[in-house]
């Protein structure tokens, strides 16, 4: 299995930009696509963006497309998620997740292990 380790959240203004890391443990990591979430208080954990074990293939949410971007360095175990033009909305506790088998991209579910989560404060 891996264990994932996040980090790069605080607080940020809207409009700014922050990178958010997710070291991952093992050396299987390049086998296991990765995604990020969020979640803010009173609401379901919901998908932000997802990546390929390639790196070959990536996903957004509406949301957050053309601001956000995922990646992933596969010699140092890490998925990032570059997140600019930042909102007061998007303010949530963000969770980096991997999987190994399949399923879909977009669903909770479908990923075995998850990071502790970071928060992400964006003022108006």
């Known amino acids: 299995q891996v264990q994932l380790v996040e980090s790069g959240g605080g607080l940020v203004q809207a409009g700014g930009s922050l990178r958010l890391s997710c070291a991952a443990s093992?050396?299987?990591?390049?086998?296991?696509?990765m995604g990020w979430f969020r979640q803010a208080p009173g609401k379901e954990r919901e998908f932000v963006a997802a990546?390929?074990?390639?790196?070959?293939?990536?996903y957004y949410a509406d949301s957050v497309k053309g601001r956000f971007t995922i990646s992933r360095d596969n010699a140092k175990n890490t998925v990032y998620l570059q997140m600019n033009s930042l909102k007061p909305e998007d303010t949530a506790v963000y969770y980096c997740?991997?999987?190994?088998?399949?399923?879909?991209?977009?669903?909770?579910?479908?990923?075995?292990?998850w990071g502790q989560g970071t928060q992400v404060t964006v003022s108006s």
């Open positions: 997740a991997a999987r190994k088998k399949g399923g879909s991209y977009y669903y909770t579910g479908s990923y075995d292990y």
């Open positions: 990546i390929s074990w390639s790196g070959g293939s990536t």
């Open positions: 093992g050396r299987t990591f390049s086998s296991y696509a």
